[in-house]
């Protein structure tokens, strides 16, 4: 996923991109570590669906990933997708290694595969055995409330809803960069010279190319970067100042604690979930992103939120309802 990041080079939260490739990287990555889904994927009877709408009990909600059985009546007759998730049969390969790009967004190495079929509704699901919610967080800390509130809303009302059965995950990827190129600030800043010039097309007709040749060469810059001295956007410039966002040196480690203090307990009948996933993330939009570690990551009070241990849940209680 990270090298996915670097090859965007300017990371958007916004941008669905990354959560999907989150999502196919998990689907690779537990057909690699999980028998019985693997099973399930060479016998051809699972599919998934991204950013999928779920409807129980008049309420809906939009989840990042839904994975499960397919209904073999309203698949029948139907061909190979664009969409269609190809996994490589052949172990040993490491999720950077095995990805290439396809026009519908990131496939599996295309040659040896098994299939993982892309459903287009719900409709063509059997059973629902998997449903996962991302969220990410570089700055603006105080907005961790609201996505930990939407995190717990949906576990609400997934459990009063007719996938409560499913296995429900949330994940978080947490920037620990102090400061971060914000792409909202830096998407303002090009609409307003743009806005500008046009109306003043003459006279600011030298200026205008000088600021937008700026903008456009740091906005394709960002992201890239070998080193601090070497990039494009100044530290300390004034249009640096304008396109950052910082943060507080406590700050990313007081957002893990407050992420898995709402969404990290266990699930209960009422909501909750059955795993939480937190990543560490350096990501500022200047130089390449890289996995990060904080001490404070490190040893084994948190390793029921870490990627592989909560793998291995998501396999165990896969195996359960298939069993």
Not at 69 to 93: A, P, S, Y
Not at 170 to 192: E, F, R, S
Not at 218 to 232: D, M, P, Q, R, V
Not at 257 to 284: C, H, M, N, S, W
């Amino acid at each position: 996923m990270i090298q996915f990041i670097n090859q965007i080079g300017l990371y958007n939260p916004r941008n669905q991109d990354v959560s999907n490739q989150l999502c196919y990287e998990m689907i690779a990555d537990l057909y690699y570590s999980c028998d019985v889904f693997r099973k399930d994927v060479t016998n051809n009877v699972v599919c998934y669906r991204p950013n999928t709408r779920l409807v129980s009990k008049g309420q809906g909600h939009t989840v990042d990933l839904v994975l499960g059985l397919l209904n073999e009546k309203e698949w029948e007759g139907k061909r190979e997708r664009k969409g269609d998730l190809h996994i490589w049969k052949q172990k040993g390969k490491s999720p950077i290694t095995r990805l290439k790009a396809n026009d519908r967004g990131f496939i599996i190495n295309p040659n040896e595969t098994c299939i993982i079929r892309h459903a287009v509704n719900v409709k063509e699901f059997d059973e629902i055995l998997l449903i996962v919610e991302n969220k990410s967080l570089m700055t603006a800390h105080r907005n961790v409330f609201n996505r930990t509130r939407i995190l717990r809303d949906l576990g609400t009302s997934l459990a009063a809803s007719s996938y409560n059965d499913a296995i429900r995950v949330a994940t978080w990827l947490q920037g620990t960069a102090l400061a971060y190129v914000n792409p909202d600030m830096l998407k303002w800043a090009i609409d307003a010279v743009s806005a500008l010039c046009e109306h003043n097309p003459t006279k600011l007709k030298s200026a205008c190319k000088i600021m937008n040749d700026e903008l456009h060469r740091i906005e394709a810059s960002l992201g890239h970067a070998k080193s601090y001295n070497s990039a494009t956007l100044k530290i300390g410039s004034e249009l640096y100042e304008m396109l950052v966002s910082k943060n507080k040196p406590n700050e990313p480690q007081k957002t893990m604690k407050d992420v898995i203090g709402a969404v990290g307990e266990p699930r209960t009948d009422d909501g909750g979930y059955d795993a939480l996933i937190f990543q560490f993330v350096f990501i500022d939009n200047i130089l390449k992103a890289k996995l990060d570690e904080p001490d404070y990551f490190k040893g084994s009070k948190y390793s029921g939120v870490k990627y592989q241990n909560v793998m291995d849940v998501i396999c165990k209680k896969y195996k359960k309802l298939r069993l």
